[in-house]
């Protein structure tokens, strides 16, 4: 029989776009729950239960009442919120960062999708803290530039509709240096100290820059921009969702929404003997949010990783 998958939340971005990447499958079966009665939590709770896996694109606090919906002891859930992301008995959905991931992953009956920003951030310093070359008290700063689809339905209708002239310019938030995603980025990286962390959106529907910079003399490995590639560049050989561009990049210079569209992820190291930078590009709604989100269901479910995705 065929796996039954459901999303509560459907008609939220995240949601959405995991439906389109499923709509055409064979090998599930899409539940659907009438328009009608999508906010009845008798009938959620209905197909909470029925499903083999649940996708929960919901509100942090909506997600963890769908969580205590579920009496069904084989119901899996990946959860797309910030509710459960530093929650130890949650497997962490981030497969490329080690085989340990990737096996708690598969097995794992809760499982919590990472943020668009962490993603970017945790896609460069983890292997760095991994490997040695980063300290884990390195203080870190982090700016991260998203597409206004990063806010949600609210923020596109605000960018998409008659707007101001603030509306065409970035837009520096998070002003007091506490993020939702700054928790899940320091303890999944094993950092001492949180970093110093600016999101940023702009007038563009998707992609995302997130970028790291470093000093190299504070670096344990060869204390150059190579060096820091040669480690990424190892530790990513062979992924098929993450990659590592040469260095210094293929462009001179790096746009935000280079890979909208994608469910791929590619690092992009830059700068001399002194400084480093390592730019994450990636689609929000990919990579970052919805595309992550069906890579694990393919892992957690047994198909192979990039069924339904686009690299």
């Given at each position: 029989?065929?796996?039954?998958?459901?999303?509560?939340?459907?008609?939220?971005?995240?949601?959405?776009?995991?439906?389109?990447?499923l709509?055409?499958?064979?090998?599930i079966?899409?539940?659907?729950?009438?328009?009608?009665?999508?906010?009845?939590?008798?009938?959620?709770?209905?197909?909470?239960n029925?499903?083999?896996?649940?996708?929960?694109?919901?509100?942090?606090?909506?997600?963890?009442?769908?969580?205590?919906?579920?009496?069904?002891?084989?119901?899996?859930?990946?959860?797309?919120?910030?509710?459960?992301?530093?929650?130890?008995?949650?497997?962490?959905?981030?497969?490329?960062?080690?085989?340990?991931?990737?096996?708690?992953?598969?097995?794992?009956?809760?499982?919590?999708?990472?943020?668009?920003?962490?993603?970017?951030?945790?896609?460069?310093?983890?292997?760095?803290s991994a490997?040695?070359?980063?300290?884990?008290?390195?203080?870190?700063?982090?700016?991260?530039?998203?597409?206004?689809?990063?806010?949600?339905?609210?923020?596109?209708?605000?960018?998409?509709?008659e707007?101001?002239?603030?509306?065409?310019?970035?837009?520096?938030?998070?002003?007091?240096?506490?993020?939702?995603?700054?928790?899940?980025?320091?303890?999944?990286?094993?950092?001492?100290?949180?970093?110093?962390?600016?999101?940023?959106?702009?007038?563009?529907?998707?992609?995302?820059?997130?970028?790291?910079?470093?000093?190299?003399?504070?670096?344990?490995?060869?204390?150059?921009?190579?060096?820091?590639?040669?480690?990424?560049?190892?530790?990513?050989?062979?992924?098929?969702?993450?990659?590592?561009?040469?260095?210094?990049?293929?462009?001179?210079?790096?746009?935000a929404?280079?890979?909208?569209?994608?469910?791929?992820?590619?690092?992009?190291?830059?700068?001399?003997?002194?400084?480093?930078?390592?730019?994450?590009?990636?689609?929000?709604?990919?990579?970052?949010?919805?595309?992550?989100?069906?890579?694990?269901?393919?892992?957690?479910?047994?198909?192979?990783?990039?069924?339904?995705?686009?690299?």
């Open positions: 029989m065929k796996p039954k998958v459901y999303i509560d939340g459907k008609e939220g971005t995240t949601g959405l776009q995991i439906y389109d990447r709509a055409a499958r064979a090998d079966e899409l539940l659907l729950i009438d328009e009608d009665k999508r906010k009845d939590p008798a009938e959620r709770k209905k197909f909470l029925e499903a083999d896996l649940v996708f929960l694109c919901l509100p942090d606090d909506a997600a963890r009442e769908a969580v205590s919906m579920v009496e069904n002891p084989a119901t899996r859930i990946i959860d797309a919120s910030t509710a459960h992301r530093t929650a130890q008995d949650w497997a962490y959905g981030f497969p490329e960062l080690s085989q340990l991931h990737r096996a708690l992953i598969c097995k794992s009956k809760r499982v919590s999708n990472p943020g668009c920003h962490a993603t970017g951030f945790i896609s460069s310093v983890y292997p760095l490997m040695g070359v980063l300290p884990k008290d390195y203080p870190l700063t982090c700016f991260s530039l998203t597409g206004y689809s990063g806010g949600g339905k609210k923020m596109i209708a605000e960018y998409e509709g707007k101001g002239g603030a509306l065409y310019s970035p837009r520096i938030y998070g002003l007091n240096l506490r993020h939702k995603h700054l928790p899940e980025m320091q303890l999944r990286c094993g950092l001492t100290r949180p970093p110093v962390f600016s999101p940023v959106v702009d007038d563009y529907y998707k992609g995302m820059a997130t970028t790291i910079s470093l000093h190299n003399d504070l670096l344990s490995c060869g204390k150059s921009a190579k060096a820091v590639w040669e480690t990424l560049a190892d530790y990513y050989r062979d992924q098929a969702f993450i990659h590592v561009a040469p260095l210094g990049g293929e462009t001179p210079m790096l746009a929404n280079t890979l909208a569209g994608r469910d791929t992820l590619t690092l992009v190291v830059c700068g001399n003997e002194t400084h480093t930078t390592v730019t994450a590009l990636f689609d929000n709604l990919g990579k970052g949010a919805s595309g992550a989100a069906v890579q694990n269901m393919n892992l957690m479910l047994g198909f192979p990783e990039t069924t339904g995705l686009n690299l």
